[in-house]
């Protein structure tokens, strides 16, 4: 019978036939062990050549990485094992034999394996991550359909600018520019007047011409849009939403979570009520001049600093002793290499130590000269949520940092009704969003200050001057998203295929 390798727990004890390829394999004394893949897991195989008789064992010793095959064997329960089951091999059949495989066991350059990521795909951690994606789209289908809102395709050819003019692609559409997609949210505006509650999710492309691990050219963006809804009513519906969706992968993808060594100490704070604070209260925060629960934003960072280098300290030591213990020439061969392979992941430890040290002296320099009014930079963004520990959401942004379509406090004038929420653990914004502008002729302002023609938002226009509510929506970035939930150090292993400044391929 052929199965699934996430079925075999159903399998027990049976005997059945799994069609897959050969992820990796060692052999000793007789016994193959084999890591084997199928789309749905891992599971190790064993081919014993007093079982499958020597022709066979042969045929698995020498089978390359990667190669395709179907194995027929006893489902045997394992802990220690890869899934928890392992595959007592009585035949096997080779589909398809690979050639040398260019992605191996040993460690390879993020470069190389981006070159390759149509194969890298395959491996364990990567596997995990587009589990854990799939997981968070279809939760986040969840959660906006059962409370009503209808899913909306917003076009990817624009003829006017969302977000700025700087990160605009442009494109020749039938002899005239036309944009890329920024942003779905002023079509969401349109289609949020005909059905009250919609969201968009599409690609969205933004030219950052910079390598950064936050931004990609090419990302997905979730737009809900909420007619008659207000900044408070904005704020509840993303915290609801993060808290969702996180929760979901939670519960459902602990598997990947482990694969991915995932501390989730940080996710499972979603479930606490999230941190609001206004613009000016979040940068008294960032410039030290208010604590939070007793300590400034210099406490925590000059702790953090001396926890990395307690940290540092220790590590140097370790190496220092255990290189000592290598040079008295008194160990076996085997305590050497043990040795040798501790002190190699020691000294990879201290060469992330000093980059964090370097990240504690930017974060210190940057909240220091702090300048108010001015948009967040990742490190603010990392020194106010290291604060707090959890998700916070900072509203009332000084206008002239913010997009064009977001309505003005009345009691703040000034003051922009947006929102952003950052992701602790230094992810930093992964939704911004807010109320917006209802007031025609303010709107009509703002376009012209922000030097977009007005021409091509006459239509955008149109939703003030009839049937005018107020209303609210937000963006959700899905690779941020992902990048946190996974605690991924770069956005770029967040999307099967990225597409960022300097890459096209594959
Ligand atoms: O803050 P942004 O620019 O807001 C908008 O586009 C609004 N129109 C959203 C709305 O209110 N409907 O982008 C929203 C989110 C960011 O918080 C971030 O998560 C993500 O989109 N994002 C990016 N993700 C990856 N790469 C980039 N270059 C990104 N730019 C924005
Ligand atoms: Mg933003």
Known sequence: MNVYVRQLANHEGETVQLRGWNAQKRDSKGLVFMVFRDGTGFCQAVIDVQVVGEEVFEIAK?????????????????????????????????????????ITPKEHGVDFLMDHRHLW???RR???????????????HEFFQSRGFIQMDAPIFTGNACEGTTTLFETDFYGEPAYLSQSGQLYGEAMAMAHGLIYTFGPTFRAEKSKTRRHLSEF????????????????????DFIRYVVTKVL???????????????????????????KYEDAVRIIKGEVPVSGRTSFDMLEEEKQKLLAERESAEKEIAEREAKIKSGTLKKGEVNFNQSR?????????????RLQAVEQWIHSARNFVR????????ETVLTKMFGQPVMVYNWPQAVKAFYMKEDEQEPGYAKGVDLLAPEGYGEIVGGGERETDLEKLKRKIQEHQLPMSAFEWYLDLRRFGNVPHSGFGLGLERLVAWICGLQHIRETIPFPRSYGRLLP
């Open 343 to 355: 002190i190699d992941k020691l000294k990879a430890q201290l060469t992330d130590i000093a980059e």
């Open 373 to 380: 009014g001015n948009d967040f930079g990742g490190g603010d």
């Open 251 to 277: 519960e459902d993808c602990k598997n990947e979570l482990q694969i991915l060594e995932r501390d989730t100490t940080y996710l499972e704070k979603v479930r606490e009520p999230f941190v609001r604070i």
């Open 121 to 123: 795909l395959r491996s």
């Open 220 to 239: 997905w963006m979730i737009e809900p849009e909420m007619a008659f809804y207000d900044l408070q009513m904005d704020m509840d519906l993303i915290e």
């Open 62 to 102: 020498r089978l390359p990485q990667e190669s395709s095959l179907s194995i027929t064997g006893k489902v045997v329960k394992d802990e220690r094992q890869i899934g928890g089951y392992e595959i007592h091999v009585t035949a096997l059949e080779v589909i398809a034999e690979a050639e040398p495989y260019p």
């Open 126 to 140: 990567q596997w995990a991550i587009m589990r854990v994606r799939n997981r968070i789209i279809f939760a986040i």
